[in-house]
């Protein structure tokens, strides 16, 4: 009888028949290009190596003069001090932002320095083991497009180490001069050394790249907020997406349109920092009421503003919440002309019917809508009068069970001939 969790058993005969192909290919992708945050970051981890190797040389410096004989220190010394010198000219490289340099003169430093202390100690103190150390900097500070610098320090940090563990096992040095135990103290050192170079090499690398994906949520973050402000929330995802044009098609949304009527005048006699200061006041007004309307602001033209509802989320109440809407604008108005003494009125139409919807713009994009419904809507708000809500015969028909509608009559609409068009007043009381 089959067991239950059979299913979720490994079976290592199909794995090896279906490999993890993505895992693979993603493995044996090439490398991207270099960016500027990733140059950033391997000048920052030079910096930190070069100062860490200069501070293990003269570790070490020190150790030999206190625990070594002179016989078997002074090509130690030297070798550890010229070390040190040669550091700190590459840490003057890195100052001067000679980057390149400074990487080169670390690399040739550390492997030359290696290479010496092996030749000199054998396999005594365990100096190979910084071969491992010097491979994993090469790999790590040397870009993708350093192909030949990076391959020719790992080759030869591992040319290093074999030679270590292989060929020059037994010194050059007097080292039967040196106590057992202060040897056998030094090779524990240095593979905790090692042990500890290869950690932080990996921590401050983690850490570089923490930081850098930190300052990517940053500033995709920004750009989201950006993003938002000059796109619906539904057309800004479909843009992250997907790259393609956007383009939809909504059988039925309503559209209004409002212009501060009388605002041409006043802001001809006044700074532009008054008249600025002014349309931000109204506009962000607006911008509140429209927000919690839950209906789209399009764009403003002007001292004009465009919203729509019913687009880019459908909603089957779209001309009620528009109709709110307008009523809401006019009340916001007054109220501004009463803080600021300013003579100003606001003249709405709205009219309801199909639009097309889509993204435009390659340099400046912005979200906006066409068809006959935008042209009509907009000629209820030019043919119309401050103060009031002009509606077409469409609307009217949506939202006279909840509004008052007052009939104007026949009008001629340019563009579109005679059209019966109705003010709409307020919102009908609820029955008691």
């Avoid at 009509?376 to 949506?398: D, F, L, N, W, Y």
Wanted: glycine share 6%.
């Amino acid at each position: 009888m089959k067991k239950p969790d059979d299913d979720c058993a490994f079976d290592p005969r199909a794995y090896l028949r279906r490999p993890d192909r993505a895992f693979w290919l993603d493995l044996l992708s090439p490398m991207p290009h270099a960016t500027e945050v990733e140059r950033q970051r391997r000048e920052r981890l030079t910096r930190y190596s070069l100062g860490a190797a200069f501070l293990i040389s003269a570790f070490y410096l020190l150790l030999t003069l206190v625990s070594t004989p002179w016989a078997a220190a002074r090509e130690l010394l030297a070798v550890n001090a010229g070390s040190m010198a040669m550091y700190g000219m590459g840490m003057w490289a890195a100052s001067l932002a000679q980057h390149r340099l400074a990487r080169l003169w670390l690399m040739v430093t550390l492997v030359a320095q290696v290479a010496v202390l092996v030749w000199l100690t054998g396999d005594r103190l365990g100096v190979y083991l910084y071969a491992i150390v010097g491979a994993l900097l090469a790999r790590t500070l040397f870009a993708h497009e350093e192909t030949v610098p990076r391959f020719t320090f790992v080759i030869l940090c591992m040319a290093v180490l074999a030679a270590g563990l292989t060929v020059f096992t037994r010194p050059v040095l007097p080292m039967e001069l040196v106590p057992e135990w202060m040897l056998s103290t030094m090779r524990v050192v240095n593979a905790l050394m090692v042990t500890e170079s290869v950690v932080l090499i990996v921590a401050l690398f983690q850490k570089e790249v923490l930081r850098s994906e930190e300052n990517l949520t940053i500033e995709r973050e920004r750009s989201d907020r950006l993003l938002h402000a000059v796109l619906p929330t539904k057309i800004a995802g479909e843009l992250r997406q997907r790259d393609r044009m956007i383009a939809d098609h909504h059988p039925e949304v309503t559209v209004l349109f409002a212009d501060i009527a009388g605002f041409t005048p006043w802001a001809s006699q006044h700074d532009p920092e008054v008249v600025v200061s002014l349309l931000e006041k109204i506009f962000t007004r607006f911008d509140r009421q429209v927000r919690a309307a839950g209906a789209e602001k399009i764009k403003t033209i002007g001292d004009a503003y465009m919203v729509i509802s019913g687009a880019p989320d459908p909603r089957h109440d779209h001309a009620h919440v528009m109709a709110q809407l307008a009523l809401d604008l006019v009340e916001e108005v007054k109220a501004i002309r009463e803080e600021t003494g300013i003579a100003l009125d606001l003249r709405l139409g709205m009219h309801t019917g199909p639009v097309i919807a889509g993204v435009i713009g390659a340099m400046r994009f912005t979200y906006d809508v066409w068809g006959d419904t935008v042209n009509t809507a907009s000629r209820m708000e030019s043919h119309g009068e401050p103060g009031r809500v002009q509606i077409s015969a469409e609307t009217k028909a949506r939202v006279e069970d909840d509004f008052v509608c007052l009939p104007r009559g026949s009008i001629y609409v340019k563009g579109k001939g005679e059209m019966e068009t109705w003010w709409l007043a307020e919102r009908r009381q609820a029955a008691a």
